[in-house]
């Protein structure tokens, strides 16, 4: 199973010959059909559903918060509760993203079978916007500063945490290192050039 950020470290990878069940992050669905898109942020469920990615066999996932919402339900998922309480801001659900709710549902779907995680750059190269998506229809411009990854670092180190079972693989560039929250027997780090 893989699960796709939208960070430029991915840009290298034709996710078209990847085998496998395929779970995305918002506009993923403009270049690649997925399995599974995730999109919490009411923008990019009515932009995916108005271009009908919910008809093309892709289930899309949202937050309880706005799935009354939308009259076509169609395939039109809840994202996963959160599989712990924490008492941190970033432990609150609203204040889980697309990215980390993606590696959430992975883990839940994958049956304790490897999950492999690409695009997850969390930092920028430089001090600006580090998504492939950046400067298109609901994402922030390419002048614009990175966001700091504080949430999805604890949030995706969260689920590592929770499930045990499942080994995940993080694939990233060269001299990327784990962060300190994602350091768990069962999470390892690749290079993203073993898959092209």
Known sequence: MYVFGNGESRTSIDIDKLDGPKIG??????DYSMDHLVCVDRRMVNEALENSVNENGT???TRKDWFNNFQDKKKLRIVPDLPYAGSERADEPFHWGSGPYAVLL???K???????LLGFDL?????????IYKSTSHYDDSSK????????IHQIGKTFECFKKVKFIVYAEDNWNLPKQWKYSNVSLDKISNLV
């Open 110 to 116: 994958s049956k304790n079978e490897t999950v492999n």
């Open 106 to 108: 992975a883990a839940k």
């Open 59 to 61: 289930y899309v996932h």
């Open 145 to 152: 500063r990175a966001v700091d990854p504080r949430y999805w």
């Open 25 to 30: 992050c918002n506009a993923i669905y403009r």
């Open 123 to 131: 930092y920028s190269k430089d001090t600006r916007v580090n998504n």
